[in-house]
């Protein structure tokens, strides 16, 4: 399901404190170690010209420790799922004003990607009118689609197989869906660029 603004929101209110407890976990990191090193230089000092102590000092497992290039790509990954976001709504705001041939603006998908330019209607009649075979490639584009048995199956022979090179793509068709399947696709793909033409009889 698409993010909202308001989880990446929390999201990101979570990651500054996920900021602040990992510098509050470095900050007592390097004051354990200063502490150990203080300690060490004393029992060396303390034992200078006799055998040394086989005693060890303990050692500090940093392997749960979150380094910075994980926060920063954290950071990077969230502000890019953001502004994706945010230009979708700019698009489907001006979706929402057209009238009559005036040109859509195309939206990103999941990938932060634009449709082709030939798959993608210029204005409202050519959405009006879509075709079938283009809306299951919009709904598909946009993962407003299930994915088809035979697609299932041919993910489990990728998952099973050895050679996953072998694995033909699956086609997917029209005809891979109900009627009833293809009008739903039709108004979420409707809804998802903002616009108010609908096929379903009660749909909102």
Partial sequence: MPETVESLTEQLKELAL?????N???????????TLQVE????????????????RSPSIDTSDFATNEDLVQLV??????????????IRRLINSKK???ELLAPLL????????????????AEFKDLSDEDLVKLARFYELLPPTAAERAKFEEFVETENAAEVETVEVKPSDFSSEDLIDAYDKLSRFLGLTFR????AW
């Fill in 24 to 34: 509050e976990v470095i900050s007592k990191t390097g004051e354990q170690v200063l």
């Fill in 199 to 202: 096929r379903g009889e009660d």
């Fill in 76 to 89: 990077g990954e969230l502000q890019g799922q953001l502004d994706v976001l945010e230009e979708r709504s």
């Fill in 40 to 55: 060490n230089t004393k029992t060396r000092v303390g034992h200078f010209g006799s055998k040394p102590s086989a005693k």
């Fill in 99 to 101: 009238t009559g041939n």
């Fill in 18 to 22: 996920l900021v602040k407890k990992q």
């Fill in 109 to 124: 998908n999941q990938d932060g990607e634009e449709p082709p330019v030939e798959l993608f209607p210029g204005t409202l």
